[in-house]
């Protein structure tokens, strides 16, 4: 007889509630040591994490940076740290925040410092104006996979304090080849992976979730708020919902930032609805259309459009072969983990810019590895060879 137990137990455990929000506590609060007292009682806190010494010696650094290398510098920060740990209540200093999803309790600097320390080696890269701009700007992002990257490398450069993710899609181990997550995260909402790992970058973040998508009737509130959005970042396959982004952007004069792999390269492109919210939407690459029209589009259908959009001609050769094999010998068109981390970079880069009124490209880059790295990509055999493919492409798939 097979082990009910252990079915049950099995079961169960697919059940449980989803955490997706870390808690911050405040120990020289009464109702916060209790609150951390009871989770201790409930074994919910499983794991300690204080590297809290390491925290403040690198927030000692950053504030007395000409110090660092003077000889004096280590006996300095042993006093300071001598004197603070010597206060009574030491372990109540700053905070400490719980993730439940990990049963993890880590000890970190107050808000303030932390950013401080966090955001140091921007310096001077990004300037404390750029990097304050940077922060505390609302950020919009909806579509999860190549947007998981973008989330990634605006969280990563002290970016998107406020951030707002919208996805109706679960993790699956398709994703794993371009999805910075882990077999523990299969069947979870894109919204709640990406939010987790946002967290556990700053535990300070203000993440709204949208995890039913963006539809006709959630789309108003998702650029409205509160707060409203500063900027929209689309990086969604849904066309129909890319049409209503644009309908959003352009009532809201917000410029939209979005970002496609190809192969192993991307194309970015730019839509500065901020700047003239009568740019025709797309750049007007998929001709006169509508949310109707879009929304009938099947799995083909997109692909094809999707592919009028990016243009024929930057299609790399191997991507417009599998174009030709969906539903033939694969399933969807095919995309890679190293292209979304550079759609990710670039789209970060657009939007810190955007952010700070710094001039960017205001229609389309193309960001070419194939270009860059292949030896004669730009030789006239190489360009000719892609001309005649490209061509050949266009009549095959109707465009």
């Known amino acids: 007889m097979k082990d009910q137990s252990l079915k049950n137990h099995l079961v169960h455990s697919s059940d449980q509630k989803l955490e997706w929000q870390p808690r911050i506590f405040n120990l020289s609060k009464a109702g916060d040591r209790a609150a951390v007292k009871k989770l201790f009682e409930k074994k919910d806190i499983k794991h300690i994490i204080d590297d809290y010494r390491e925290q403040q010696l690198e927030l000692f650094q950053v504030k007395n940076p000409a110090k660092v290398y003077s000889p004096e510098f280590q006996g300095e920060f042993a006093a300071y740290w001598k004197s603070l740990s010597k206060e009574e209540n030491f372990y109540e200093l700053d ?38 701009k940077f922060y505390n700007a609302v ?14 490398a605006l969280v990563l450069q002290g970016g998107a304090r406020y951030i707002r993710l919208a996805d109706n899609d679960q993790l699956a181990l398709s994703n794993l080849n371009r999805i910075r997550a882990s077999v523990q995260d299969l069947g ?31 789309i108003s509130k998702f650029f409205a ?21 644009r309908e959003q952007a352009k009532k809201h004069k917000l410029a939209v930032v979005m970002a496609a792999d190809n192969g192993d390269n991307a194309v970015v492109d730019v839509e500065r609805y901020d700047l003239n919210p009568k740019l025709p939407f797309f750049h007007g690459r998929i001709g006169k259309t509508s949310y109707e029209k879009l929304s009938t589009l099947n799995k083909f259908g997109i692909g094809k459009t999707i592919t009028q959009h990016i243009g024929p001609e930057n299609v790399t050769e191997r991507m417009q072969q599998s174009l030709l094999q969906m539903g033939k010998t694969i399933v969807s068109w095919p995309q ?15 939007v810190r810019r955007i952010l700070n009124g710094q001039s960017v490209e205001s229609n389309r880059a193309l960001i070419s590895l194939d270009e860059k790295l292949l030896p004669g990509y730009n030789s006239s ?14 009549k095959i798939f109707g465009l």
Not at 139 to 152: C, Q, T, Y
Request: some cysteine; glycine content about 6%; charged content about 20%.
């Open 95 to 132: 905070h400490w925040v719980y993730f439940p999803w990990s049963s993890t309790l880590v000890h970190i600097l107050k808000d303030e410092d932390f950013q401080l320390v966090r955001m140091a080696r921007n310096r001077n890269l990004i300037t404390k104006e750029e990097q304050d």
């Open 139 to 152: 950020v919009g992002l909806a579509g999860l996979s190549v947007g998981n990257s973008v989330a990634l």
């Open 188 to 218: 979870l909402k894109k919204v709640y992976v990406t939010a987790r790992q946002i967290y556990t970058l700053n535990p300070y973040a203000k993440v709204d979730i949208f995890p039913d998508g963006l539809t006709q009737k959630s």
């Open 225 to 245: 708020g509160p707060p409203k959005l500063d900027i929209m970042i689309d990086e969604i396959d849904n066309l129909a919902v890319k049409y209503l982004i």
């Open 336 to 350: 890679l983990g190293g292209a979304a981390l550079i759609n990710g970079s670039a789209v970060a880069y657009c």
């Open 381 to 394: 055999a190489q360009i000719r060879h892609r001309t005649k493919v490209s061509n050949n492409f266009k």
